[in-house]
């Protein structure tokens, strides 16, 4: 499948707003308790969209009539996989976190063959090798043997479920049930579907942060937090799921996978810029790899 440009800016965007998000997440649990992080941050998204998505609300049985899909899709993208990967940075090593989140193609490939029955080609696995291999290049900062020193916490597992809720999310938006296609689709915009999305996300989202209250440590209010909380809520959300979803229906999720692989190198970028280590020779070797795996994927076998 041919990767136009901006097919390729479409998926490029989401994964360095999203390692932006791995770092500002990194430095807010420490202020705010993650699952109320992860409330905050879509309740602030959802008020972004109102504005731009209001009309879905006004038939709510264009909701009711697919409210099992909606519930599915928002309890996965929205309720789950940012609220594990918060809890995940309390407890685990960005080391470990970004390594399993890199085993995203995996779990695609293999919810692909063994829910949608879509067997695996052979350019699409060795395209997740070269991305692997890239990704492990920058995690072990060139030194591929420091892989073998990695120890498994408690907050690995909490990664490894949010993977695994982000690959159904991305099928079920390429594969979504006849109540979702052509004429029978509800007349939802980008914006409209996106604030069912939240609103749906929300409901697990906010009932999990109520339940983290009762022994959750105060929130440490600061400017700083304030602004945090809008990043979050507007680039690594509104705008990378706009992004994401245009280049998960052009090119599907098993491609799509690849390019999040991206995001690990982005948020290597981005620390060592904050830090004031500038990249080096394995970052732009990371880049080679990883691009790989993308072109690689992309051709027919």
Same mark, same amino acid.
């Given at each position: 499948m041919k990767i136009t440009s901006r097919t390729a800016l479409l998926l490029t965007l989401p994964p360095l707003l999203w390692a932006g998000n791995a770092v500002v997440g990194r430095l807010a649990v420490?202020?705010?308790?993650?699952? !109320? #992080?992860?409330?905050? &941050?879509?309740? =602030?998204? $959802?008020?972004? +969209?109102?504005?731009?998505?209001?009309? %879905? *609300? /006004?038939?709510?049985?264009? !909701? #009711?009539?697919?409210? &099992?899909?909606? =519930?599915? $899709?928002?309890? +996965?993208?929205?309720?789950?996989?940012? %609220? *594990? /990967?918060?809890?995940?940075?309390?407890?685990?090593t960005p080391l470990n976190v970004t390594l399993i989140a890199a085993s995203l193609p995996v779990w695609m490939l293999l919810l692909g063959a063994t829910v949608y029955r879509e067997k695996p080609r052979r350019n699409q696995i060795l395209g997740a090798?070269?991305?692997?291999?890239?990704?492990a290049l920058v995690l072990s900062r060139g030194q591929l043997s420091a892989l073998a020193q990695v120890q498994f916490v408690p907050g690995d597992l909490y990664m490894l479920l949010a993977v695994m809720a982000w690959a159904g999310y991305s099928w079920l938006l390429a594969r979504p049930p006849l109540s979702m296609q052509g004429?029978?689709?509800?007349?939802w915009g980008w914006a409209e579907f996106l604030l069912v999305q939240t609103s749906c996300g929300l409901i697990f989202a906010g009932s999990a942060a109520g339940m983290e209250h009762i022994t959750a440590a105060p929130v440490h209010w600061t400017p700083w937090l304030i602004?945090?909380?809008?990043?979050v809520a507007i680039g690594p959300s509104v705008i990378a799921y706009r992004c994401w979803g245009l280049g998960v229906a052009e090119v599907g999720p098993t491609l799509a996978a690849f390019f999040g692989n991206?995001?690990?190198?982005?948020?290597?970028?981005?620390?060592?810029?904050?830090?004031?280590?500038?990249?080096?020779?394995?970052?732009?070797?990371?880049?080679?790899?990883?691009?790989a795996g993308i072109i690689v994927s992309s051709r027919p076998d």
């Open positions: 420490g202020s705010m308790p993650p699952l !109320l #992080l992860n409330a905050c &941050r879509w309740s =602030l998204a $959802l008020l972004v +969209l109102m504005p731009l998505g209001w009309r %879905a *609300l /006004q038939h709510p049985r264009d !909701l #009711l009539v697919r409210w &099992r899909y909606l =519930l599915l $899709l928002g309890g +996965l993208g929205v309720g789950c996989y940012n %609220a *594990l /990967q918060y809890l995940a940075l309390r407890t685990s090798v070269f991305s692997l291999l890239g990704v004429a029978m689709r509800p007349v602004l945090a909380l809008l990043y991206l995001t690990p190198v982005f948020a290597a970028i981005l620390s060592a810029l904050m830090l004031g280590v500038w990249p080096q020779w394995f970052h732009a070797l990371a880049f080679v790899l990883i691009a």
